[in-house]
């Protein structure tokens, strides 16, 4: 239930950027808001964590998130199960996989989440998610989308995963792409 407001990192050369730079499995991740970020990295970039193992939910941010490369999202760069959390993230980044929610999910799901913010990157680019391997169930997204190879409202593309399971329900995406 807490705020984090005006939450400013500028480290555009290295990986495992946001709040968190790296959570892991054994971890969990509740109630965390963030008001206004201003994010820079270079890849594996998030407003809340850069790489994680951890569940999140009923997180949320605002603000801008840039990555210099790879695996950017909006609230966290690549995750494994995100609940009831959403983002408000202008997002850009020069690479591939990325979201205005997360960058790449693996394995595991994402349910009853959104994005409003705009998504630029060059390929894999989601208004919702770079790229995935889960379940995504009960999400929107409404930014505009720009990117050059694998472009979607909702989506950038199905990566596989450590499942190989793919599932989308319940979801919709109403921005330009």
């Not at 994680?52 to 210099?68: I, N, P």
């Amino acid at each position: 239930g807490h705020v984090i407001r005006d939450l400013h990192i500028f480290r555009p050369t290295s990986a495992h950027v946001g709040l968190f730079g790296v959570t892991d499995k054994d971890s969990a991740i509740h109630g965390v808001g963030l008001v206004n970020v201003n994010i820079v990295g270079r890849t594996l970039v998030g407003a809340l964590v850069g790489y994680s193992g951890s569940d999140f939910y009923h997180s949320y941010a605002t603000g801008t998130v840039t990555g210099r490369g790879d695996t950017v999202g909006g609230l966290i760069g690549q995750a494994a199960f995100i609940r009831d959390s959403w983002a408000d993230v202008t997002v850009s980044a020069n690479g591939s996989e990325v979201g205005g929610l997360v960058g790449r999910v693996n394995a595991g799901d994402i349910r009853n989440s959104f994005a409003l913010g705009d998504v630029t990157g060059h390929n894999w680019v989601g208004g919702l998610v770079g790229t995935t391997g889960s379940k995504i169930y009960g999400t929107y997204a409404t930014g505009k989308v720009t990117g050059w190879n694998g472009v979607g409202g909702l989506l950038g593309g199905f990566a596989g995963g450590n499942t190989g399971q793919f599932d989308l329900a319940n979801s919709y995406a109403t921005g330009d792409v």
